[in-house]
């Protein structure tokens, strides 16, 4: 575009008009809409606390809850306990080969 | 919520206790060999499977060789030292030198005699069965170009 031609559009557009009137409930329904959104989000999280109270209601419910993690610590330690158990016996087993066959660890 | 909320702090806590317990009684072998003066012995021990003789007389015979290896540990640093020594000084290899790099390899030689000596005799000691596992176990870990996976000298695959 020409520098003239940018000229004319800033003319143009200094001369132009609006006429429509903004609608009269334009602030309402912004705050109408905003309010539809938050109440959505606290619906979400209203739903998710009734959940919870309605299962951890259940005795059997939490009996089961509770034994899942109970569960869970025993197979945490017993996996943790045998991986430390095989580093050592390897560490001593080749402790062992160190100390017996020390000579061909020498230079 | 409340209830949740009480349910899943016991509920960790007595996940966090069953773990504790099972990690402590799973590695209490481990620790106690670890502790002891010896736990090379100690492992030889649990893994072989020895009883209260065999531990003895196994205890005896790895004291014994320990001390001679020792010895020839000894040897041979000193054997190393002065070949380097030597080598430094001259250059080349002189027919000292030479004569030193055979003591060396005599040494070494005796060396891995004495170890296969040693290896058998603690085989002797313990159970046939654990004694051959032993043995098997122990010409895996020391032999030349063989390893735990029975793998062969990276230098063939070259």
């Not at chain 1, 998710?48 to 005795?59: C, D, I, N, S, T």
């Not at chain 2, 209490?28 to 090379?40: G, H, T, V």
């Not at chain 2, 004291?63 to 640093?77: D, G, N, P, S, V």
Request: neutral net charge.
């Amino acid at each position: 575009m020409k520098p003239s031609d940018d000229t004319e559009l800033h003319a143009v557009l200094s001369r132009w008009k609006v006429d429509l009137p903004l609608p009269t409930d334009l602030r309402e329904n912004v705050w109408r809409q905003i309010a539809e959104v938050e109440s959505s989000r606290w619906a979400f999280l209203d739903l998710w606390k009734a959940w919870l109270e309605m299962v951890f209601g259940r005795r059997a419910f939490v009996l089961s809850y509770v034994s899942a993690l109970i569960m869970l610590g025993l197979l945490a330690g017993l996996w943790h306990g045998r991986s430390q158990q095989r580093q050592v016996q390897t560490l001593l087993a080749e402790r062992y080969v160190e100390t017996v066959a020390s000579h061909q660890h020498l230079p | 919520m409340k209830r949740a909320l009480i349910a899943s702090v016991i509920g960790v806590a007595l996940a966090v206790a069953a773990y504790a317990g099972v990690f402590y009684t799973t590695t209490a072998p481990s620790r106690a060999e670890l502790c002891c003066a010896a736990p090379e012995l100690a492992w030889l021990t649990n893994e072989f499977k020895l009883d209260d003789a065999q531990v003895a007389r196994v205890s005896a015979l790895h004291a014994a060789y320990l001390a001679k290896a020792k010895e020839r540990c000894r040897r041979m640093m000193a054997l190393n030292a002065s070949l380097r020594a030597m080598m430094a000084e001259t250059g080349e290899i002189t027919p000292e030198i030479e004569k030193g790099m055979n003591e060396i390899a005599q040494l070494r030689g005796e060396c891995q005699r004495e170890m296969f000596h040693h290896f058998v005799e603690v085989s002797h000691a313990m159970a046939p069965e654990e004694g051959r596992r032993y043995l098997t176990w122990a010409l895996d870990q020391t032999l030349p170009c063989r390893s735990a996976s029975n793998s062969v000298c990276p230098l063939m695959t070259q």
